[in-house]
């Protein structure tokens, strides 16, 4: 099979006339040739950073979408379904892809659970990633979030470190704001990576230590702006990510988009290339082809360098997208579950108090980062209640794991003006998590979650809609395209309740997360990543 276009050689900067010839799913030769056709054939694109969970589809269907964006492979971390399930969780990811010509390339999840001020599904230890970084599917330690434990010198921590090095797979880092002499001790542990920087000059620091920054932008954390022009001197140790990815946003663009928003930006188009299709290669040793005779077949082709709209996209030679259409075929699969909690009453949610004044989670536009404010109680009956007119509203963490009472706090910039919303994706562990104008609204989206093992849902009285994610509480046994359209349904809807958040419920699924500061909120109560302990509600 030959392929001809304008061939993009990342590595010898230049784009020339030529064909690729293909026998085997191998590239045979890629040579010059005399020709007039206008597309350009250049190595696919990979997401150095992601957790295919938070697509709320299985390894699978992520696959059928992501194909159509010229996307060829994933550096992947399975630490969602890791919480929910263990070690099997990290299996079925591995055994579900490896179903489809896709080529992730999992990790093993090193903070299961990030922390223990919170209730998880599961525990992997440093003998479970002993077993895991043995097996021939993790390419890498997974997100070292337990930055603390490095810096402190926690034993269990450091072992799970040190099986990484002996097996010679790279260590992901995550240190938010992380500076100065404690991303030293953080980078010394030998830990190479960091998606998590929100500032030019944090990136710019981790950069001049020798660690190497992966650009963010998701549905929720969008970094690209504040670090981009770090491109131009440091390409070759940068890469794009987008680490949590809903369905709807999938169909519509993934890493091509930051390609073509940095070619807007008027950036050379090598240096682009080389953080979007060769860098992660190099540094994952990923099992992906670099348009190189020999290489596997791995590579796009696409109608121009300035919007990258993909005509075709190849693995192992193998056609696996052509003009929208994706030809990775639907294949069937389990739905395993860990969802063991009974339905609530209105009491649970009923928090007494005569404080004057409470701690509030400020929540941010397109970051994870939260902040804490103080604001004055809204007391009814003796109750702390949502405060609608001042956007101060209740939330409830639940436990999914066993029947306990609901942790119980309050959050701003939700914008919720009726109704409440709710999702069991919660990172890190899972739980439901919601927030609502009302303890009856509350309830109501709490207890359908429940009744579904799992979802996302908005809820207004009698208006109820839900998207049930029955594999692991966090996955959907839907399509790609279905999911996406009824998450879409469910975000409009959570909008038209008054969020005027992007993407509520991306920013929803991080307010539990603990090891990003400040102020959020587990199933066991208010904790700040800030002193890295709880603190109390009420001030």
Same mark, same amino acid.
């Given at each position: 099979m030959q392929i001809q276009g304008q061939i993009v050689d990342i590595k010898n900067k230049r784009i020339y006339s030529g064909e690729v010839t293909i026998e085997n799913g191998k590239i045979i030769s890629?040579?010059?040739?005399?020709?007039?056709?206008?597309?350009?054939?250049?190595?696919?694109?990979?997401?150095?950073?992601?957790?295919?969970?938070?697509?709320?589809?299985?390894?699978? =269907?992520?696959?059928?979408?992501?194909?159509? %964006?010229?996307?060829?492979?994933?550096?992947?971390?399975?630490?969602?379904?890791?919480?929910?399930?263990?070690? =099997?969780?990290?299996?079925?990811?591995?055994?579900? /892809?490896?179903?489809?010509?896709f080529k992730f390339h999992f990790g093993a999840p090193s903070c299961v659970p990030a922390t223990f001020f919170e209730t998880a599904g599961a525990v992997i230890d440093s003998e479970q990633i002993k077993e895991?970084?043995?097996?021939?599917?993790?390419?890498?330690?997974?997100?070292?979030m337990n930055y603390p434990g490095v810096l402190f010198d926690d034993a269990e921590v450091l072992k799970k470190i040190e099986w990484a090095k002996y097996y010679g797979k790279p260590v992901d880092g995550h240190a938010p704001g992380?500076?100065?002499?404690?991303?030293?001790?953080?980078?010394?542990?030998?830990?190479?990576?960091?998606?998590?920087?929100?500032?030019?000059?944090?990136?710019?620091?981790?950069?001049?230590?020798?660690?190497?920054?992966?650009?963010? =932008?998701?549905?929720?954390a969008k970094n690209f702006n504040a670090l981009i022009d770090l491109l131009p001197e440091h390409y070759e140790n940068m890469m794009f990510?987008?680490?949590?990815?809903?369905?709807?946003?999938?169909?519509? /663009?993934?890493?091509?988009?930051?390609c073509a928003r940095a070619v807007a930006k008027g950036m050379d188009i090598f240096k682009i290339l080389q953080m979007a299709c060769v860098n992660p290669v190099h540094h994952y040793k990923m099992n992906v082809g670099l348009l190189q005779e020999n290489d596997t077949a791995d590579f796009i082709v696409v109608e121009d360098l300035i919007n990258f709209n993909v005509k075709q996209t190849y693995i192992n030679g193998e056609l696996v997208a052509e003009n929208g259409q994706s030809?990775?075929?639907?294949?069937?699969?389990?739905?395993?579950?860990?969802?063991?909690?009974?339905?609530?009453?209105?009491?649970?949610?009923?928090?007494?108090?005569?404080?004057?004044?409470?701690?509030?989670?400020?929540?941010?536009?397109?970051?994870?980062?939260?902040?804490?404010? %103080?604001?004055?109680?809204?007391?009814?009956?003796?109750?702390?209640?949502?405060?609608?007119?001042?956007d101060i509203l209740k939330m409830a963490v639940v436990?999914?794991?066993?029947?306990?009472?609901?942790?119980?706090?309050?959050?701003?910039?939700?914008?919720?003006?009726?109704?409440?919303?709710?999702?069991?994706?919660a990172h890190d562990? %899972?739980?439901?998590?919601?927030?609502?104008?009302?303890? =009856?609204?509350?309830?109501?989206?709490?207890?359908?979650?429940?009744?579904?093992?799992? /979802?996302?849902?908005?809820?207004?009285?009698?208006?109820?809609?839900?998207?049930?994610?029955?594999?692991?509480?966090?996955?959907?046994?839907?399509d790609g395209w279905e999911t996406g359209k009824l998450y879409q349904e469910i975000d409009w809807m959570a909008k038209e309740l008054g969020s005027t958040l992007k993407a509520p419920f991306m920013t929803l699924s991080f307010m539990a997360l603990l090891v990003i500061p400040d102020l959020k909120l587990s199933d066991k109560g208010l904790f700040s990543g800030n002193s890295f302990s709880f603190v109390d509600l009420e001030i």
């Open positions: 890629v040579t010059e040739k005399n020709h007039n056709i206008l597309q350009y054939i250049l190595p696919g694109f990979i997401d150095a950073h992601i957790h295919i969970e938070s697509s709320m589809l299985v390894p699978s =269907e992520f696959a059928r979408l992501a194909v159509l %964006h010229g996307t060829v492979a994933t550096i992947s971390d399975p630490h969602e379904i890791a919480n929910v399930l263990g070690k =099997e969780g990290v299996y079925y990811m591995i055994e579900n /892809g490896k179903k489809t010509p895991l970084m043995a097996h021939p599917d993790i390419y890498y330690l997974a997100e070292m992380l500076r100065g002499e404690p991303i030293k001790k953080y980078i010394a542990a030998g830990i190479t990576t960091d998606h998590e920087c929100f500032t030019y000059d944090e990136a710019q620091e981790k950069l001049s230590l020798g660690m190497k920054v992966i650009i963010r =932008e998701g549905s929720a990510c987008s680490d949590d990815k809903h369905p709807d946003d999938l169909i519509v /663009g993934h890493i091509n988009l930051l030809f990775v075929k639907h294949v069937p699969f389990e739905t395993p579950n860990n969802f063991n909690v009974s339905a609530k009453e209105l009491i649970d949610f009923a928090v007494p108090s005569l404080a004057l004044k409470i701690r509030v989670i400020e929540a941010l536009e397109g970051q994870l980062i939260t902040k804490e404010i %103080h604001h004055k109680s809204f007391l009814i009956n003796g109750n702390l209640v949502s405060d609608t007119e001042n436990n999914r794991y066993q029947n306990t009472k609901p942790a119980i706090a309050f959050i701003k910039n939700f914008g919720l003006k009726k109704g409440a919303i709710a999702s069991s994706v562990c %899972h739980n439901i998590v919601v927030v609502g104008t009302s303890d =009856e609204e509350i309830l109501s989206a709490v207890n359908l979650l429940i009744a579904n093992t799992g /979802g996302i849902c908005a809820v207004n009285g009698s208006d109820k809609k839900s998207l049930a994610l029955p594999v692991a509480g966090i996955m959907s046994d839907k």
